[in-house]
């Protein structure tokens, strides 16, 4: 049975599970797809969220950074998760903030869509916008490294490029260090740009 990463959407999360794939030269192990419907995505992650990646017997794994780390083991481990224990800890470090700052960037979005009859709670906006700000300022100072390539810099270009895609915060006059480490990381890592957001 072939693996399958289920998507929806121009899903950042999922974003970083497409481009790992690609990264692993997995692409011929797992392929790429849509949930059938809101049902079967429940059976499968009682979450109903997406990515999931529904492996050779049948189990699907979520969220990403489970998946990530899946597809390390497949591609032979220490890949994109270093083995070595100072290493391996500052990947999964730096991906878990790459993570917080998504996840502010989404609730931004998510306050308008999912409220479209009420007054944007600016409160709330401000605390969401200031995780995101508070995070890229501590990737600025100590960004992850380009190459070797790890989850913690998959996060973090993937968190960029989608706030780019949203707009949720104007990120770029206020950290150029990031403008500069995103241009080296698309060249650097050109597949990249098959799995830019679009509507």
Same mark, same amino acid.
């Given at each position: 049975?072939t693996?399958?990463?289920l998507?929806?959407?121009?899903?950042?999360?999922?974003?970083?599970?497409?481009?790992?794939?690609?990264?692993?030269?997995l692409?011929?192990?797992?392929?790429?797809?849509v949930?059938?419907?809101?049902?079967s995505? $429940?059976?499968?992650?009682?979450?109903?969220k997406v990515?999931?990646?529904?492996?050779?017997?049948?189990?699907?794994?979520?969220?990403?950074?489970?998946?990530?780390? /899946?597809?390390?083991?497949?591609?032979?481990?220490?890949?994109i998760?270093?083995?070595?224990t100072g290493?391996?800890?500052g990947?999964?470090?730096?991906a878990?903030?790459?993570?917080?700052?998504?996840?502010?960037?989404?609730?931004v979005? /998510?306050?308008?869509?999912y409220?479209p009859?009420?007054?944007?709670?600016?409160?709330?906006?401000?605390?969401?916008? !200031?995780k995101?700000? $508070?995070?890229?300022?501590a990737?600025?100072?100590?960004?992850?490294a380009?190459?070797?390539?790890?989850? !913690?810099?998959? !996060?973090?270009?993937?968190?960029?490029? /989608?706030?780019?895609?949203r707009?949720? /915060?104007?990120?770029?006059?206020?950290?150029?260090a990031?403008?500069?480490?995103?241009?080296?990381?698309?060249?650097?890592?050109p597949?990249f740009?098959d799995?830019?957001?679009?509507?």
């Amino acid at each position: 049975m072939t693996m399958k990463l289920l998507l929806r959407g121009p899903s950042p999360f999922g974003r970083k599970g497409t481009f790992a794939i690609a990264h692993l030269g997995l692409s011929d192990r797992v392929d790429v797809g849509v949930p059938d419907d809101e049902e079967s995505l $429940r059976k499968l992650n009682p979450l109903a969220k997406v990515p999931a990646l529904i492996i050779e017997d049948g189990t699907a794994l979520f969220d990403s950074r489970v998946i990530l780390e /899946y597809l390390d083991m497949l591609a032979g481990g220490d890949k994109i998760i270093p083995v070595e224990t100072g290493a391996r800890f500052g990947a999964l470090r730096e991906a878990a903030l790459a993570d917080g700052i998504l996840e502010g960037a989404l609730l931004v979005t /998510y306050e308008g869509r999912y409220r479209p009859d009420q007054t944007p709670y600016e409160p709330w906006l401000d605390f969401q916008r !200031g995780k995101v700000g $508070r995070g890229l300022a501590a990737m600025a100072d100590a960004p992850p490294a380009i190459t070797p390539l790890t989850v !913690g810099g998959i !996060g973090l270009a993937c968190a960029l490029e /989608y706030i780019d895609f949203r707009e949720q /915060y104007d990120w770029r006059p206020e950290f150029p260090a990031l403008v500069a480490w995103l241009d080296d990381f698309n060249a650097a890592h050109p597949v990249f740009a098959d799995s830019k957001p679009s509507d």
